[in-house]
């Protein structure tokens, strides 16, 4: 099975379409490196600007450039584009509705043993909460190659986050389902939904097989699109099952769980468990070690689902 880091991937879709889309620009903030994108400096460098240490600057001139009929796509660490430049992502870009897709790199606990600082435990909230934000983790290198050639087709705002570690693959080559703000089913279940986002849909997955074992019928959607949340997924999901569990790399207010809870209070109640990080600052280790001991494994799903069963 394949294992290829989803940064890596944004930087190979760029690299194929800029050869043929010369409005097509790269901007960091002296993070090529972090966000795999130093092959299209040097492929590039017409098309590319490094804006040094300035997360503000950063989203402000991409702002700028796609006014002038450019299509910028800002790569910086999610911790940082999603709090540092939080005013010039609601403001320049999202407000002012300009075709900027905002990268942000090393998500959630990517940066493992940094901490606290360098985490982005809280971006999926603040970028949902802005209008025009469109706000997307895909799960693994297949998805993260679909989601970028449509984005690539519109000239809306878009906030995609990745982590930083080579992930396993989700879906098989050639068999990707995949239609822009459409949660992916994974598998089809009755007993219980287990609705996940970015690097948590591969454990969820594992997760219902070893359910499975046990008896337990499991479904497992991939809500790649946190916004626009796919609302018809999540009831029908919920619909099926006896609880729904949301699994996400984020702190338990705001992000997905939050949404998902929404949804299903007003549409059909069923009872809600959200597998999160705590809100606290997280343990230092990397990103298996970090999920492994707040259980956003597959055995930590796992005894969440039977206890929310039970």
Do not use: W
Not at 25 to 51: I, M, N, T, W
Not at 248 to 255: A, K, L, T
Request: glycine share 6%.
């Amino acid at each position: 099975m394949s294992k290829v880091a989803n940064r890596q991937v944004i930087c190979d879709v760029l690299l194929e379409k800029a050869k043929e889309d010369q409005d097509i620009v790269v901007l960091c903030s002296d993070s090529r490196g972090s966000a795999s994108l130093a092959k299209f400096a040097e492929a590039f460098p017409k098309q590319f600007v490094e804006v040094g240490i300035a997360e503000q600057n950063l989203v402000s001139i991409s702002a700028g450039l796609a006014k002038c009929g450019k299509k910028p796509y800002a790569a910086s660490p999610a911790s940082f584009l999603s709090t540092r430049s939080y005013e010039q992502c609601k403001v320049d870009v999202a407000y002012s509705n300009t075709n900027v897709k905002l990268i942000g790199i090393s998500g959630g606990v990517s940066y493992g043993a940094l901490g606290m600082s360098h985490h982005s435990a809280q971006d999926l909230a603040a970028m949902c909460a802005v209008p025009n934000m469109r706000v997307y983790l895909p799960s693994d290198r297949l998805q993260t190659e679909c989601l970028m050639k449509a984005l690539l087709e519109d000239e809306k705002p878009a906030y995609i986050r990745v982590g930083r570690n080579a992930v396993e693959d989700v879906y098989e080559e050639g068999k990707v389902p995949f239609e822009l703000d459409k949660a992916v089913v994974v598998k089809e279940g009755t007993d219980i939904a287990i609705i996940a986002c970015g690097e948590m849909v591969k454990p969820a997955a594992e997760a219902a097989k070893l359910l499975e074992e046990k008896g337990i019928c499991a479904s497992v959607v991939d809500m790649y699109c946190v916004k626009p949340l796919d609302k018809e997924a999540i009831v029908k999901a919920a619909g099926n099952a006896r609880a729904v569990i949301t699994v996400e790399e984020h702190s338990p207010f705001g992000g997905l769980g939050s949404m998902v809870s929404q949804v299903v209070a007003r549409e059909c109640p069923k009872k809600v468990v959200n597998l999160a990080l705590p809100d606290a600052p997280v343990i230092t280790g990397t990103s298996k070690e970090v999920f492994d001991y707040y259980g956003l494994d597959a055995d930590g799903i796992v005894k969440t689902a039977l206890e929310a069963l039970d």
